[in-house]
């Protein structure tokens, strides 16, 4: 008689690891994190691929349990971060000293983190905000850097939101000295959308280095690639637009009641629309430096 043989591979793999512990998805670290099990300077290393079946929330340090000073996030291969989640794949709620990098092993200059969204409501890849619209409790220095940004609808998603935490559009303070840099976006509605408040403006956002589009049919953006409202010293430098189709208006930037925004060498490329293009609309803008 011949022998059988049962092979079962683990439907638990660990994909995301804190110190000596592993996780099977982000979710599950960030719970760890907000639960106190992690504490002091948090290094989470994305090892291998992740579904996400609902928004990976990261709490402020001080909220509940959550004691940290700073984390940072990167893949040591090629990994991609997914789900079809609402409100957001990945958010921080409040917190500070967050870096996503996605690099692998935070060295070279490839994008080997890819965080996509795949659900096609209005929703965002990664979302930033207060805790309290209208108070100054909002996730502030946070970098997200080299990664592949990726939505689900070019009619509905965000790629990086931020605003309040009672919805992806709803205005927000306390968001300051965000740095968002060379990243990819694809798919998405709008790729970088930022939603202070008119007596509480969100201070010191760079974007710069980052790629928004594609020439891929169905991966374009359509609506803006930054969307800036109430928002003061914004820095928008050094980023391509690449073949942005919509039957709209689309804006590739759109800035409206910012203070002491720099917008520098940018490059569009390959509009398409059967409405009207603004490349840089500004509304009631002031102090304002292009080039």
């Known amino acids: 008689a011949g022998i059988l043989y049962f092979y079962a591979q683990s439907l638990f793999a660990n994909n995301v690891q804190i110190g000596s512990t592993t996780y099977t998805t982000l979710k599950a670290a960030f719970d760890a994190i907000n639960a106190g099990t992690h504490t002091g300077d948090i290094v989470v290393k994305i090892i291998g691929n992740t579904t996400e079946s609902s928004t990976a929330v990261l709490n402020a340090s001080g909220n509940g349990n959550a004691n940290y000073n700073s984390i940072t996030i990167y893949p040591t291969g090629s990994y991609t971060i997914s789900g079809s989640v609402s409100p957001a794949l990945i958010e ?22 890819t965080l996509r969204n795949s659900s096609t409501g209005t929703v965002a890849v990664v979302w930033l905000d207060s805790l309290v619209s209208g108070t100054g409790a909002g996730a502030r220095n946070n970098k997200i850097m080299w990664c592949n940004i990726e939505g689900g609808s070019t009619t509905a998603t965000y790629g990086i939101a931020m605003g309040a935490s009672t919805s992806i559009t709803t205005a927000g303070a306390g968001i300051d000295d965000i740095e968002i840099s060379n990243n990819r976006f694809i798919k998405m509605y709008t790729a970088v959308r930022n939603y202070g408040l008119s007596n509480a403006y969100n201070k010191n956002i760079k974007i710069t280095n980052n790629t928004f589009g594609s020439t891929t049919s169905g991966e374009q953006i359509t609506y803006s690639g930054v969307w800036l409202y109430y928002v003061k010293d914004a820095e928008i430098s ?26 520098l060498n940018n490059e ?18 002031n102090y304002l430096k292009l080039s």
């Open 238 to 263: 050094d980023n391509i637009y690449e073949t942005f189709t919509y039957t709209s208006v689309i804006y590739a930037n759109y800035i409206y009641y910012t203070d002491y925004t720099k917008i």
């Open 92 to 113: 921080l709620r409040g917190a500070d000293n967050v870096t996503i990098d996605g690099r692998s092993n935070q060295s070279g200059t490839s994008r080997s983190l």
């Open 268 to 285: 569009f490329r390959n509009f398409s629309n059967t409405s009207t293009t603004y490349f840089n609309y500004l509304y009631y803008s």
